[in-house]
DNA sequence: CGGCTTTGACCCGCGC
DNA sequence: GCGCGGGTCAAAGCCG
């Protein structure tokens, strides 16, 4: 949407004497303004989604064969050994720049990883936003299909709020009354977040999503958003915020799994590398980011059309270290493992950054207890 | 006109 | 039980 672009984030948003009242726009990202993203092809909304999305950015090639990240994190290879009991959720945090101190205090102990982040990131340590993270925990590596689609159903049936249209005659002055949740306690669905270092909030994942809602923050002066895959029948979610303190770290939490593939990104992707320095912790990673989509995306795109065609993570021996789901989704990759990968070496040459995955909690104390 | 964002109201869970 | 805050709905408006 051309919305988006008469509303340019980077100059509307990050004040730090007038915090925005609103995302504004709906919260345009760089790929956006760099009139990227990766729908091919027409899909309504436009230029939302253009040639370079989130998942381009870590150079996942994204077809029938390989599933998105975010897939894969929800969805693990069938080849790979089954989850823990209690696998934990991967929480992912982008860098524009080096973190030394994120990445240390994301290498800290799990038990405290919600805390960690905001205080590795400099994030506000206020209650308000802590349970946010808290939220980013789950099982990523869901035991098998028929458990996803069993989720992904209830998504949809929760998200659409038993819609069906059976409470049409429950009207108040202005709304029909939801319907009572019953005793059945909403369906929590697998979640994780991706914890960004950028001026953008809404990455473009290569999924349609659609704005539903947005909320203010309780001590911040940065809004909410809440999306939901367009996709019919798909009830994946996710949820964007900007740290109160630090108005370029930004969180993203998906919630769901997709039901679909994704419908976009056809084309070659950059690539993305695994640096296994990094790896100071089992429980954390960091996976190398381009930098220059947070700062030259339209001179660049012609580029990252180019570029390295594959994705690439280095690691070394301590593979068999990394996180449960981690392992679940690269082992299932093996080009992942090429250490002479053309992103690693885009990498080393300053063009990429840092992210890092970390496990996060679990999500309820409901779900530890069935564990047991 | 279709798709999307905006935004106020409503629902619900949870803590006190 | 009550209030708060998170999450969602859906009408209205915007835009290509």
Redesign the pocket.
């Known amino acids: 949407?051309?919305?988006?672009?008469?509303?340019p984030m980077a100059n509307m948003r990050f004040p730090d004497d007038i915090p925005p009242?609103?995302?504004?726009?709906?919260?345009?990202s760089i790929f956006d303004m760099a009139g990227t993203s990766c729908e091919g092809s027409g899909?309504?909304?436009?230029?939302?989604?253009g040639s370079l999305g989130f998942m381009d950015l870590l150079g996942i090639h994204q077809d029938f064969v390989a599933p998105s990240l975010f897939d894969s994190f929800n969805h693990p290879p069938v080849l790979l050994p089954p989850p823990p009991p209690s696998s934990v959720e991967l929480a992912a945090v982008f860098h524009d720049h080096h973190h030394d101190v994120l990445l240390n205090k994301l290498d800290t102990n799990n038990n405290n990883k919600q805390q960690n982040l905001h205080q590795g990131s400099h994030l506000s340590p206020v209650a308000?936003?802590v349970?946010?993270y808290s939220?980013v925990l789950n099982n990523p590596a869901t035991p098998n299909s028929s458990s996803i689609s069993s989720s992904s159903n209830e998504v949809t049936a929760?998200?659409?709020?038993n819609?069906a249209g059976d409470?049409d005659n429950?009207y108040?002055?202005?709304?029909?009354?939801?319907?009572?949740?019953?005793n059945?306690?909403?369906q929590k669905q697998p979640r994780f977040a991706f914890i960004t270092k950028s001026e953008i909030d809404?990455l473009d994942d290569g999924y349609?999503?659609?704005?539903?809602?947005?909320?203010?923050?309780?001590?911040?002066p940065y809004?909410?958003?809440?999306?939901?895959c367009?996709t019919a029948g798909c009830g994946v979610?996710k949820?964007v915020?900007r740290s109160s303190d630090e108005s370029t770290t930004v969180v993203t939490?998906y919630?769901g799994q997709h039901t679909h593939p994704c419908p976009i990104m056809p084309r070659g992707t950059i690539g993305f590398a695994i640096d296994s320095s990094s790896f100071s912790s089992p429980s954390s990673f960091v996976v190398t980011q381009p930098r220059y989509l947070h700062h030259q995306p339209q001179q660049l795109q012609p580029y990252v059309y180019t570029s390295s065609p594959s994705l690439n993570i280095t690691t070394t021996s301590s593979n068999s270290n990394h996180h449960p789901s981690f392992n679940a989704f690269f082992q299932d990759k093996p080009r992942f493992n090429n250490p002479n990968s053309s992103a690693l070496a885009l990498r080393d040459h300053g063009l990429l950054q840092d992210i890092v995955l970390t496990p996060t909690r679990r999500e309820?104390k409901?779900e530890e207890e069935e564990d047991q």
């Not at 899909?43 to 989604?49: H, Q, S, T, V, Y």
Request: charged share 45%; no cysteine; proline share 5%.
């Open positions: 949407m051309e919305k988006k672009q008469e509303n009242s609103t995302f504004g726009g709906g919260g345009g899909g309504g909304g436009g230029d939302k989604w308000s936003t349970p946010e939220e929760n998200d659409e709020r819609k409470h429950e108040k002055t202005k709304k029909p009354l939801k319907p009572k949740k019953n059945q306690k909403r809404h349609r999503w659609r704005k539903y809602g947005q909320k203010a923050v309780k001590n911040s809004p909410r958003s809440y999306y939901r367009t979610k949820r915020e939490t919630e309820t409901e």
